[in-house]
């Protein structure tokens, strides 16, 4: 069984363009996060929400937009996607202290 | 708010040695200090941590220590295998205040057969 599951693993598509990535977690966590991780490794928070509150937005572009349909799921929605946006970004979710990672998702924008 | 430091970046060692990886926090109210290994095209993983409380706690070949007063907590991997080549994180949380995390930028492990 999956813990954290992020769909799709490899998205390809266009700048200018509307993407969403789906993040579920079977774990029972109150919280979940999305991760920016570049080209350097560096692991870069951008939501968490808790109970569907955000309690965490950190300086992200508000192209960006979390949506939490359930304690079991955060979605990313990206609009007009840009080249930079390009990178893995990671679901993750926690109770307590710990948190535990999806597999990633990377992003590539042409 | 916290600053996690993380060093060295890169790290290589021959196979059946050790290997340390050093963490500083600025922040006195952080009280959970957790270590991610990243394997190539995986998330990262939770392998170890320790809390305020502890100062030393190790799981087979890795052990990781804290010293509160200094700020800093070590990662130490013992009898260094190939498998153990990845890209570690270390992180530091403050439970408190909603489960935020605050990572280092991460140490790049090389074990060399």
């Known amino acids: 069984d999956t813990a954290v599951s992020q769909t799709p693993k490899y998205l390809v598509t266009q700048m200018g363009n509307d993407k969403s990535i789906k993040c579920e977690q079977n774990l029972g966590h109150d919280t979940m996060y999305w991760y920016k991780q570049d080209s350097k490794k560096f692991l870069k928070i951008m939501f968490s929400?808790?109970?569907?509150?955000?309690?965490i937005n950190e300086t992200v572009p508000n192209r960006f937009s979390p949506k939490s349909p359930d304690k079991a799921h955060l979605n990313l929605h990206i609009n007009s996607l840009e080249l930079g946006d390009s990178a893995v970004y990671f679901c993750?979710?926690?109770?307590?202290?710990?948190?535990?990672f999806g597999p990633g998702t990377r992003l590539t924008v042409l | 708010g916290e600053n996690v430091e993380q060093h060295p970046s890169t790290l290589s060692v021959q196979e059946g040695d050790s290997a340390v990886i050093k963490c500083t926090y600025s922040?006195?109210?952080?009280?959970?200090f957790p270590w991610y290994k990243q394997e190539l095209g995986k998330g990262p993983q939770l392998i170890i941590d320790i809390r305020s409380n502890v100062g030393e706690k190790k799981d087979q070949r890795i052990a990781v220590t804290l010293n509160k007063t200094a700020k800093h907590f070590s990662l130490h991997i013992t009898e260094t295998q190939p498998e153990d080549s990845a890209v570690y994180f270390c992180?530091?949380?403050?439970?408190?205040?909603?489960?935020?995390?605050?990572f280092g930028t991460g140490t790049s492990l090389t074990v060399i057969p």
């Open positions: 929400y808790n109970n569907k509150e955000l309690i």
């Open positions: 922040d006195s109210a952080s009280n959970y």
């Open positions: 993750a979710s926690s109770r307590i202290n710990e948190q535990f």
């Open positions: 992180a530091a949380s403050i439970s408190d205040t909603g489960n935020q995390f605050y």
